[in-house]
C-alpha cells in the first residue's frame, strides 16, 4: 500500500518501521523552522519536503525490506525525483539542495544533465505519483514565499544566491539527520534551552569572579583593559553589521570580546555567539576562559569548544553532549577554528555543511584576522558581506594588528564600524616593549644564541623549523632550552606551553625557541624577546608575548636579520617582506597604525589578492560547488600528518606505542571506523612537508599508513620532536 512507503528501516526494541509521510513532513518542518532565522522557512521546507520522494519507487522500496533482511545498502538512487520536482516548480539551483543532500551539492552543469535524464526516467515518475498520494502537498501550485531581497526588484547579487543556496541546504541536511536519529533512538534530541541572547547576566557574573581571583596577579594596565571592555559594551548598542576591535595585544581582547558578543546578542535577540581563531591552541586557550566565564559545573554545558584537536568520542558525558552539539553546533557559545568554520562553509558535503546554517542570526567573531590567507580573503569577505547582510548575521573582526579589509572590492561600500573610535592613543598607552634592530650588520645564529642564553627569561622566534632546530642547538650548549613547532606531537607541544606557562609565573628561568605558532595569541609574557626578521603583523605579534601585561616598564624585543638563517624565508613570505623592509625599521616600529595600513595595502598589491580570489568566486557565481570546495583549502597541501610515538619517559612511550600500533593496525586494515580511530591520534600528530615526507618513507625513517597519514620510525628528539635535513632550504618552512 502506498500508506506504508517507508524511509526507514525497522529501529531495535519495537521494530517500528519509519514511514515516508512522517519524515518528509517532519524533516520539512524542522528545516522551516531553521531557516525562518534568515527568511526562508517556505523554502527550506519546501526543498525539504520533497528531499526524499525518491524513495516511493517499488524499486527503492523493495531494495529496504532486502536491506533489513541481508543487511547492505538499499543500492536505488532517490536524489531525482524530488529535485525534479523542485526544478519545474521553478525553483531552479534549489533542485541542488535536494540532489546532494547525500552525496554532496553538484555543480550547476551537472544538475541539470541529471534532470535532463529524470524527465524520462519511469523510476522518477512512478515515485512522484506514489508518494503524492500519501503527501499530496509535494505537487504545490506555485513556489513558496522567498526572501524578501529575492523579490524586492532589487538585482540579486550571484554570492548572495551563492550563500542561500548552501544556508538552506544546510538546514535541510541537518533536519533530515535529526529526524532520522529521532526514528532510531525513539527520542528526539531537544535543541538547547538557552540562547546567546540570555548570557549577559552570567558572563558579567564570570567576568567579576574572574578579576576577583586571588590568584590573578593584577597588572598595571588593568585600567586600561576595562577601558577596552567598557568601548565594547558601548559599540555592541549599535545596529547589526560589520565592526573591528582594534585591540593591541595584552589589552584584554579576550574578555572584550566575550562581552562585545553577548551584550550584542542580548541587543538583537541573536540566538549565538560563534568565536573562530586560527590555531588550535588558541581555540583551547580561549574556550577554557568562556567555559570559566559562562559554565555552570552543576547544569547543562553553554560552551561548545570543536575543532581537529579535542577527543569527542571518550564516553563521558559532557564529552557526548560535545559530540552531538558539534554536529551542528547546537550551542550557545560556541569556539573553533576559522579553518573549520570556512572549509565548513565553501564545503560541498552534508556532513561539514550541516553546522553552517547555526552563522545565521549569529554574532561571528573572527579573532587574529590577521592569519587569514591573503589569496583566499576575497571569497571570505565576500561571504562576511552577504552573511551581515541577508542572513542577520554580526561580524566582529578583532585583532592586533587589523588588516584594511574595506580596501578589498567586496567591502569598499560596506561601513565597518570600529570599537574603538580612536585606537591610537590605546596603542600608544599599551607600548609595552622597546625594539632593537640587528639588520645591518646581519648577526649569525651564534650571536643570537649567546645573547638570548644571558637572559633569565627569553623567547626566540624564527621563521623555519631548520632555524629553530639550529638556533635551540646553539642555545642548549648554554643552558636549558625549550622549543616549540609543528615537528613536535601536538600533546608534546600542550605540555610543553604548559610547562613554559609554569616557569613564568613562578620567575624561574625559561629560554624558548619557537617558529611563529606562539605568535598569535598564545598568553605568555616574557620580559626579553627575539624575533627573526618577517612580515610587520607577525613583528608586532610576536612583540605581544613580551612585557604582556605591563610588569615592567618596557620589555625588550630585539628584530634580527640572520645571516646564515634559512633562505627559504624569502619564499615563504614572498612580497609582505619587502613590504615590510620598506616601512618598518629603526625609524619606525611595527605598531605604527598609518605605517601598517599602508603594509598591508601594499602586500595586497603585491600578492594580487583581488586576482587571487577571481576563481573561487567565478566557480562560486556559476554554482559548481564542487569545484569551490576544491579550490578553498586554507591550509596548503603540501604538508602531511605524521603520527610519532611521543611520550615524557619510557613508561609512558611504550603505552604510548602500544595503543598506537593498535590504532594504525586498525587503519592499515581498513577496518570500520576510521574516523573515530583518527582522532585518537591527535595528540601523536606532527607534520611535515610533502616532499620531506616521500623522502623519509624512501630512507626508511617512515611507513605509508593511510590516505597521506605516515608514521614516523626513526629518532624522536626529547625536546624538538622531528628532525630531519633537507637538500632543499626552502622545503623545510614551517
Not at 194 to 207: H, Q, W
Not at 403 to 417: K, Y
Amino acid at each position: 500500500m502506498t500508506g506504508n512507503l517507508l524511509a526507514h528501516s525497522a529501529r531495535d526494541g519495537d521494530g517500528v518501521r519509519h514511514e515516508l509521510r512522517d519524515h518528509l513532513r517532519g524533516t520539512a518542518r524542522r528545516a522551516g523552522q531553521s531557516a525562518a532565522v534568515f527568511d526562508a522557512g517556505p523554502l527550506a521546507a519546501r526543498c525539504a519536503l520533497v528531499h526524499d520522494v525518491g524513495k516511493g519507487s517499488c524499486a527503492w522500496q523493495q531494495g529496504l525490506l532486502a536491506a533489513e533482511v541481508h543487511g547492505g545498502r538499499v543500492g536505488v538512487p532517490h536524489k531525482h525525483a524530488g529535485a525534479w520536482l523542485l526544478e519545474r516548480q521553478r525553483l531552479g539551483i534549489m533542485a541542488a539542495v535536494v540532489f546532494g543532500h547525500h552525496g554532496g551539492l553538484p555543480s550547476a552543469v551537472r544538475l541539470a544533465n541529471e534532470l535532463r535524464w529524470a524527465d524520462t526516467d519511469p523510476m522518477v515518475a512512478e515515485a512522484i505519483k506514489r508518494v503524492a498520494e500519501v503527501v499530496p502537498e509535494i505537487h504545490a501550485s506555485g513556489p513558496p514565499a522567498l526572501p524578501s531581497w529575492l523579490t524586492n526588484g532589487d538585482k540579486i547579487d550571484p554570492y548572495d544566491m551563492d550563500l542561500l543556496v548552501r544556508m538552506v541546504f544546510s538546514t535541510v541536511v541537518d533536519a533530515d539527520y535529526l529526524d532520522t536519529e529521532e526514528h532510531f533512538a525513539a527520542a528526539s534530541r531537544l535543541p538547547h534551552p538557552v540562547s546567546a541572547a540570555e548570557l549577559v547576566n552570567r558572563f558579567e557574573k564570570g567576568r567579576k569572579r574572574l578579576l576577583s581571583d586571588p590568584d590573578l596577579k593584577a597588572s598595571p594596565i588593568d585600567g586600561l583593559r576595562d577601558e577596552v571592555y567598557q568601548q565594547a559594551l558601548i559599540a555592541a548598542e549599535g545596529p547589526q553589521g560589520i565592526y573591528r576591535l582594534p585591540g593591541p595585544t595584552g589589552s584584554g581582547k579576550t574578555m572584550a570580546v566575550g562581552g562585545f558578543a553577548t551584550r550584542h546578542a542580548q541587543k538583537h535577540g541573536l540566538s549565538r555567539v560563534i568565536v573562530a581563531v586560527p590555531f588550535m591552541s588558541i581555540t583551547e586557550q580561549n574556550a577554557d576562559v568562556y567555559r570559566r566565564l559562562l559554565d555552570d559545573s552543576q547544569g547543562l554545558p553553554l560552551v561548545l569548544e570543536h575543532h581537529s584537536g579535542i577527543d569527542l568520542d571518550d564516553g563521558q558525558a559532557q564529552r557526548r553532549w560535545q559530540r552531538l552539539a558539534a554536529e551542528n553546533w547546537d550551542a550557545p557559545f560556541v569556539v573553533t577554528t576559522t579553518i573549520r568554520l570556512f572549509e565548513s562553509l565553501f564545503s560541498n558535503k552534508p556532513a561539514a555543511m550541516r553546522r553552517v546554517h547555526r552563522l545565521a542570526g549569529s554574532v561571528i567573531v573572527l579573532d587574529e584576522v590577521q592569519a587569514l590567507p591573503d589569496r583566499l580573503l576575497i571569497p571570505i569577505v565576500s561571504a562576511l558581506r552577504s552573511l551581515t547582510e541577508r542572513f542577520k548575521a554580526t561580524v566582529l573582526l578583532a585583532s592586533a594588528t587589523q588588516p584594511p579589509f574595506e580596501a578589498l572590492s567586496p567591502l569598499r561600500d560596506v561601513e565597518i564600524t570600529d570599537v574603538i573610535p580612536e585606537p591610537k592613543p590605546l596603542y600608544r598607552a599599551l607600548n609595552r616593549v622597546r625594539y632593537e634592530w640587528r639588520l645591518d650588520p646581519r648577526p649569525t645564529m651564534a650571536d643570537i644564541a649567546e645573547e638570548a642564553a644571558a637572559q633569565q627569561q627569553t623567547l626566540a622566534i624564527v621563521n623555519t623549523t631548520r632555524d629553530a632546530q639550529r638556533l635551540h642547538s646553539l642555545i642548549e650548549a648554554h643552558r636549558p632550552v625549550l622549543h616549540l613547532s609543528t615537528r613536535m606531537a601536538a600533546e608534546h607541544r600542550r605540555n610543553t606551553l604548559n610547562e613554559i606557562k609554569r616557569l613564568l609565573k613562578h620567575r624561574q628561568p625559561v629560554a624558548v625557541v619557537s617558529t611563529q605558532l606562539v605568535e598569535a595569541g598564545v598568553d605568555v609574557d616574557f620580559p626579553y624577546g627575539f624575533r627573526a626578521f618577517a612580515p610587520a603583523d607577525s613583528l608586532q605579534q610576536a612583540a605581544g608575548r613580551v612585557n604582556r601585561s605591563g610588569h615592567l616598564p618596557y620589555g625588550t624585543v630585539v628584530v634580527f636579520d640572520p645571516a646564515d638563517g634559512n633562505e627559504g624565508v624569502q619564499a615563504l613570505y614572498g612580497a609582505a617582506l619587502e613590504a615590510t623592509r620598506d616601512r618598518f625599521g629603526p625609524h619606525c616600529p611595527p605598531d605604527d597604525l598609518d605605517a601598517l595600513d599602508s603594509y598591508y595595502r601594499a602586500r595586497f598589491d603585491f600578492h594580487n589578492v583581488e586576482q587571487a580570489g577571481l576563481e573561487i568566486q567565478r566557480e562560486r557565481r556559476a554554482n559548481d560547488f564542487p569545484r569551490v570546495a576544491e579550490l578553498f583549502r586554507m591550509i596548503d597541501e603540501w604538508t602531511v600528518p605524521v603520527v610519532t610515538h611521543y611520550g615524557e619517559d619510557e613508561q609512558d612511550v611504550e603505552e604510548g606505542r602500544g595503543k598506537v600500533d593498535g590504532i594504525l593496525a586498525h587503519l592499515r586494515a581498513g577496518f570500520p571506523g576510521a574516523g573515530a580511530q583518527l582522532r585518537s591520534l591527535r595528540p601523536y600528530l606532527a607534520t611535515l612537508p610533502r616532499g620531506a615526507a616521500r623522502r623519509a618513507v624512501e630512507e626508511g625513517l617512515a611507513e605509508p599508513v593511510v590516505g597521506d597519514l605516515i608514521e614516523w620510525r626513526g629518532d624522536y628528539h626529547p625536546q624538538r620532536g622531528i628532525e630531519l635535513t633537507s637538500p632543499d632550504p626552502k622545503e623545510l618552512v614551517f
